[in-house]
């Protein structure tokens, strides 16, 4: 059967929930554009900034992609088969992480931009205010530890093709570093120079792809400059990417979150375009198997490790931090939520189906995605697709693998920027000692991380975020449960509408249950040896313990102020006393 089926089918089932969920939500929610947004009444040009919907389109879109949709659907579609994965993708974005999104966007304009914590603490308690943020710090750290080591993997090595031709890793290393330099440039040339957003778009667009090209002509090849070791050179590109993570996370958002992520959104646009294309033209077929197994080759069962396998591109915590963390502080309209805060989840549930074409498309233990990591089968499919309208494959898999990098770069630095948020909260520092406080923090744990990561049986260096995947995801999506379980008690609270139960109660317990079952799944064994309890000397499990406990109480918490004697819900705002 061919994959263009697959693809228009799925485009079409998500173009119509977003026409008739989407609307309803906008309903339901009373969005309404004569409400001033925080990123109007608070303008200060540095995080609060009112922002065109075409141009914050693209920079929420990058963010919240990022390599999630990516490498969760290839790894859950190689594990389980294609069905299950397409299946949660579907139904899990447009009834679970669609809604997720924008109600964590909308509560956030709604309480002056603040994160989605700050709902909490108005909502809940100020206990479960600190839990959640404790909860979101560590679950930030896990995010950085994980997409830093996997990024600069790919920074290093040679990637051979089938026609003989290679793809440098430090090819890649200097393509991402022009590309970083290209958003500095655009948002000097707009802010300083006037330059407008289509003249712009005119000239940075196409500079990115020379970045491509040039990268393989003039690699940045760390390793052969100072003759180091494979394992000490990723440590080395980890510390880079942290030290770029620590000044982008500082810098006013026009220098190069905005730039940088409407750029990156093109990428995601050209993926997608391009995926599309390769599928009308290219009569790619499906041979991976539709379903596998109830259990994969490591034990774990479909039920629930599909759900925390695929979490972008269905479902992911991550994206109400940047939905109350960066996006609500530059949301022009209300109405604006629903394209941003919707449409980009469905958006992004489009390049999760693209990346699981990429293993559909080959047989089961074919060479191109037998033993390989994700970030590889996805270019590898992605330069099949592309080969069909003429590209050639070198520039294909180049472009695969900057575009990959690309949407890591955009989760690293809103991750650190976000976590420097979550510091300044808890300490109370503001200006510029918690702005470099919060950041060094958060940039420096990971780095603890990266560089004390030993060696395999083997002798060879821990691919670390292998070691973090499984509980980046169970964490990822038991912070989704509890930014459902937020918005649905300041819903609750606010409304008292027997829709909110449906809406956002249903989705919370779904959440909730899946992570947790797959949290106890994962760390249960780690104390349990040889039919003898015993006392992991490893942190994974211990984290694992510390992030139940504290989504435990949160939830307790919760209850007691849905139905026990809580504070009375403080009113929203009126129009006028937004800007006060």
Known sequence: MSLLVFVVGSAIVLATAYWIYGSLLSRLLQLDDRRPTPAVACRDDVDFEPTAASFLMGQHFSAIAAAGPIVGPILAGLAFGWLPALIWILLGSILIGGVHDMTSLVASIRHRARSITEVVHDHVSRRAYLLFLAFVWIALVYIIVAFTDITARSFVGVQRLEDGQQVLGAGIAMSSLLYLLLPVLMGLAMKHLKLGLLPATLIFVPLVGVAIWAGQKFPLDLAGWFSLGEGTTVKLWCTLLLLYCLVAAVVPVWLLLQPRGYLGGFFLYAALLGGALGLSLGNHTVQYPAFIAWTNSKGEQLFPFL???????????????????????QLARESDARPIGYGTMLLEAMVAIVSLCCVMMFAQGAPEVSGKPPNLIYAMGLGNFLKTIGVPVELAVSFALLAFTTFVYDTLDVCTRLGRFIIEELTGLKGSAGRWLGTALTAGVPLFFLWTAGTDAAGKPVEIWKVFWSLFGASNQLLAALA??????????????????LVTGLPTLWMYTMSIWALVAMILPKFRVEEQWVLPREMVPWVGVALILLAAMMLVEALRAMFGKGPAAPPEKPTAALAA
């Open 307 to 329: 759900f925390i396998t695929i979490a972008c591109g269905a479902c992911s915590g991550f994206h109400s931090l940047i939905s109350s963390g960066t996006t609500s502080k």
């Open 484 to 501: 459902l379980l937020g918005v649905t008690v300041w819903l609750w609270r606010t409304r008292r509408a027997a829709w909110v139960w």
